[in-house]
Nanobody
Framework: QVQLVESGGGLVQPGGSLRLSCAASGSIFSINYMGWYRQAPGKERELVATIGGGTYYADSVKGRFTISRDNAKNTVDLQMNSLKPEDTAVYYC?????????????????WGQGTQVTVSS
């Protein structure tokens, strides 16, 4: 199996910064892409950023958030700057992981348990 473990959430004042980290471990052949989603209370989960062949950012975080990845360590980070109260949410890491199976290499989508980010004065 594969586990994704996030860290780095917390409480920060508006305009502040936080860095989220996610580490994938387990039976991994390769990882196609990794990304971050978030879910605010009463709202649907939304895509924040992904990194694979390239990077993608939601319009709401462009210019403020930066996603980076260490392929050797199977980790993905999300540097969040100029945080706003509307960034408050549970942030989830996800990864498209290729595993070796009896039927060949197959891709599986995994999620972390989530880490709370609260932006408030």
């Amino acid at each position: 199996q594969v586990q994704l473990v996030e860290s780095g959430g917390g409480l920060v004042q508006p305009g502040g910064s936080l860095r989220l980290s996610c580490a994938a471990s387990g039976s991994i052949f390769s990882i196609n892409y990794m990304g971050w989603y978030r879910q605010a209370p009463g709202k649907e989960r939304e895509l924040v950023a992904t990194i694979g062949g390239g990077t993608y950012y939601a319009d709401s975080v462009k210019g403020r958030f930066t996603i980076s990845r260490d392929n050797a360590k199977n980790t993905v980070d999300l540097q969040m700057n100029s945080l706003k109260p509307e960034d408050t949410a549970v942030y989830y890491c996800n990864a498209d992981v290729v595993r070796s199976t009896s039927y060949g290499n197959k891709g599986f989508l995994y999620w972390g348990q989530g880490t709370q980010v609260t932006v408030s004065s």
